[in-house]
């Protein structure tokens, strides 16, 4: 289970050195540990997802361990739409919560971005109230899986016990009288 000393990883993704020193210093003081990028193909590569080419690929090669990514929506080369499609076709990364951030209120673009499995959509300036939503989010994730992986050890273990012969088990109550 889920101990208080628990540090969740974030990675911040934003073009604009000051929103995403801003957005840093927000996360550091809930106590997330953060990892800042200033565009989508450096996410995808931190994340594993990109070769040193630009080239795409599927795999999680060197198994970063991150919890969130909070994403700006309008940064060049690749918007935070964009990077959100490629974590969510990816089958290593899908399950990562992303949120994302833009100082434009236009409700198609939040709505297409909700649609595409985005966790949150905050406007800019992000606030601490903001970050605030996010760690029972990510709690009630952690403990989930948690509770999932349990689950999963408790089946194991069940349909091993069912592996016993029948036979076996049955002849011990053959001699028994009602």
């Known amino acids: ?17 000051i929103d995403r020193k801003l957005i840093e210093r927000l996360l550091k003081t809930s106590s997330y540990q953060v990892t800042a990028v200033d565009s989508g193909i450096k996410a995808l590569k931190y994340l594993g997802l990109l070769d040193d080419d630009n080239t795409m690929k599927d ?4 198994e970063v361990e991150v919890n969130l990514i909070i994403t700006d929506y309008c940064m060049p080369e690749m918007t935070g739409y964009d990077l959100l499609r490629k974590i969510k076709g990816s089958t290593s990364l899908r399950d990562i919560p992303v949120v ?60 091993a016990g ?15 009288e009602l």
Not at 2 to 15: S, W
Not at 136 to 142: N, Q
């Open 100 to 159: 994302i951030m833009s100082s434009e209120n236009v409700p198609a673009r939040i709505n297409s971005c909700l649609e595409q499995g985005a966790e949150e959509f905050f406007l800019k300036p992000v606030r601490q109230s903001d970050v605030n939503k996010l760690k029972p989010r990510l709690l009630r994730g952690k403990l989930q899986d948690d509770l999932l992986e349990n689950v999963e050890g408790i089946n194991k273990r069940k349909s």
């Open 59 to 62: 795999t999680n090669s060197h």
């Open 1 to 17: 289970m889920m101990n208080a000393e628990t540090q969740f990883h974030v990675l911040a993704v934003d073009d604009s050195i």
């Open 162 to 176: 069912e592996c016993v012969s029948q036979d076996r088990t049955r002849a011990r109550y053959n001699d028994l």
